[in-house]
């Protein structure tokens, strides 16, 4: 514990009296209520794995959720087995058949994918669900496995409650644009590099 | 659906074939199991949410999971309730009181950032427990409510097997270096600027 005199402790009261005011005032210019079209891009961790913290807030808070994976699904991933917890308040669909170079026949992941965005249809159709998680649907569209002006007219047309969120490397930028919220995970430093291996409940 | 000719086809599938070798490969190299320091930092959205959404993953895989939340906890967040669903698999201790500006009060800044800290180094030291969340950790220290130095010497003498998480914009250099995994969340879009205000499920 430090050791502090009054003159400091003054200091960070008005700091902080000030920085309390900027915060109450941008707080209190935000009156809108509606369902974001959420982003998590980029070469970093932590965009699938926000996701489904999304979705435990979600659940937190008595709403339901869906759940698409386009992409991932060859494994299991520790999520699964937790959710299952929540019983029929978490809907999960595994649609995709591994990475595309696991499979390597562009026939199978298209139609992999175009059966997983009839899945995506139905969830955000589905009044009782609060949240929808596309999972790796940025990869699907990069590889053109979806036409994106559908995939973003089908946004655009959702319900105004419904919050959706799309996982994955490389969003398109009319994906981007038509986003609520972006957020770009980037990678600063990573374990693999150490020649640390995927283990249990980091990696999956 | 397109229309893919054979070529496309063939092409598609050398493609893919070479991509998976290389990831084949790069799988093979890495060998080493460890528990991870994991930092989670940047402007933007998803570094809590991220960090229980590892805590689920964990959660999956049979491991108890330790949290301390350093500065929020003036208000009440879904994960809270969410996570309840699995009993004493999750130890949860909130010990901020809110966040610093909302204090203004340095002297109880310090103590519950040294009190919470407690609390950290107890669940670290807790052999059930496979991972450790310290959520908004980085606050704290770049308020200097704790010293840096020695934060950073439990981390690297904590067991081998244990994982850690720290979340919070600024994270300090020294840890940065110490981590194992370290994630910027980039803000590249926020709805907060068109008027959005924070929503259950989202923000909280």
Chains 1, 2 share one sequence.
Do not use: C
Not at 90 to 100: A, Q, R
Not at 139 to 166: G, M, N, S, T
Not at 182 to 199: C, D, I, N, P, R
């Amino acid at each position: 514990m430090k050791n502090i005199d009054e003159t400091a402790e003054e200091r960070h009261r008005a700091k902080m009296a000030n920085r309390k005011a900027v915060q109450d005032a941008e707080v209190a210019e935000k009156t809108l209520e509606k369902g974001l079209l959420i982003v998590h891009t980029g070469p970093g961790k932590g965009k699938s794995t926000a996701a489904f913290g999304l979705a435990l807030r979600m659940l937190g808070n008595n709403r339901r959720v869906g759940i698409v994976q386009f992409i991932k699904g060859a494994w299991s991933t520790g999520e699964q087995p937790a959710l299952a917890v929540f019983g029929d308040r978490v809907v999960w669909h595994t649609m995709g058949e591994g990475f595309t170079w696991e499979t390597q026949d562009l026939k199978r992941d298209i139609a992999a994918a175009n059966k997983a965005w009839e899945k995506a249809l139905e969830l955000m159709a589905d009044e009782t669900i609060g949240l929808v998680i596309l999972d790796e649907l940025n990869i699907a569209l990069r590889y053109d496995y979806l036409d994106l002006e559908k995939v973003v007219a089908a946004f655009q047309a959702r319900r105004p409650d419904l919050h959706v969120v799309v996982t994955g490397r490389n969003a398109k930028p009319a994906l981007i644009e038509a986003a609520d919220l972006v957020t770009e995970m980037s990678l600063v430093k990573h374990h693999f590099k150490a020649g640390v291996k995927a283990q249990a409940g980091i990696e999956f």
